[in-house]
């Protein structure tokens, strides 16, 4: 059942004439967002056990929001769905880094999203788009950095709480950032699966094409040997008519006939024996059908 779920989760928005690589992307990004709001969700229980409701709150509007990337999928806005989804946690995290302070660890859910940049973009397509989005992270890291976590500090917060929060959010990043590996090792074993079958299948499919192309070969040496035994016998009927009783006319029409038809044996023969059936050597077969011509002349 959960299997099920998972796999209808995963592949929200694909479609059948999807290639490999954007299949991938798609399902990269809503097992992603499957993480941010697993992530968003528990992190806001964790809140407001603490006592912290404004932030368990903000945490839990924040599952809607990633919601929203499945539907981008959905409506097929794929690249608009992994930007926004990727640009909202990197918000949420500088926004709760700051609003926690730098004992709450929250930083450390930059972690799992720089694995998911990495691993969901191309980096032979998507530089620009990468490069953005680890700039983002770097931008957001500095500016607490250098305010000192001021900018949304809490007031709420103590320290004591700040370092309930750190076991809470080290626990939590590090079990997205495994999570997160789990499933690219899933995903590029299967993609070695499908890839072994596709070679299998290949190799199926050839093995066809040679048996057929074996039989198609048979099929072609036997046809050409019964037109060449249908030659040899038209002409060896034209030479049995042909004698010295016939009138003059009729023996030069049975001679005429008769050369033609050894024209044609002579170019059928020559077609069996070549490996290309586009061309004939025009010198060799004119030599050879003079002298074919001339020896049958010698003898009547």
């Known amino acids: 059942m959960f299997q099920k779920i998972w796999n209808y989760i995963s592949t929200v928005g694909i479609q059948p004439e999807y290639d490999d690589i954007l299949v991938k992307r798609i399902k990269l990004t809503n097992q992603f967002s499957v993480i941010a709001i697993l992530v968003f969700l528990f ?3 964790n809140n407001y056990v603490l006592g912290d409701l404004f932030s368990a709150l903000l945490k839990e509007s924040l599952v809607v929001v990633c919601l929203i990337g499945f539907y981008l999928n959905k409506l097929q806005f794929h690249r608009f769905a992994i930007s926004f989804l990727f640009t909202t946690v990197s918000v949420a995290i500088f926004y709760f880094d700051s609003y926690s302070g730098i004992l709450s660890g929250t930083y450390l859910f930059h972690f799992p999203l720089i694995f998911a940049i990495a691993f969901v973009f191309d980096m032979r397509e998507d530089k620009k788009t990468m490069f953005f989005h680890f700039l983002l992270i770097l931008s957001f890291l500095t500016i607490n950095v250098v305010s000192d976590y ?7 917060l103590t320290d004591n709480k700040r370092s309930e929060m750190f076991m809470f959010n080290l626990l939590f990043s590090s079990t997205s950032v495994g999570f997160f590996v789990y499933l690219m090792i899933q995903n590029n074993l299967q993609e070695s699966y499908f890839f072994i079958q596709r070679i299998e299948e290949r190799k199926q499919s050839e093995k066809v094409i040679k048996e057929a192309l074996a039989e198609k070969n048979l099929l072609i040496a036997e046809l050409h ?19 010295d009783n016939l009138h003059d006319d009729a023996k030069n029409v049975l001679l005429e006939s008769r050369n033609r038809v050894r024209s044609m044996a002579l170019i059928h023969n ?16 004119i030599h050879e059908l003079i002298s074919e011509i001339t020896s049958l002349y010698l003898t009547i």
């Open 225 to 243: 040997h019964r037109v060449k035994n249908n030659l040899a016998i038209i002409s060896g009927l034209f030479s049995l008519t042909i004698n």
């Open 43 to 45: 992190s806001g229980v």
């Open 150 to 156: 001021s900018l949304f500090r809490s007031e709420f």
């Open 270 to 285: 020559r077609l069996y024996k070549s490996d290309r059936f586009t061309d004939v050597n025009f010198d060799e077969y």
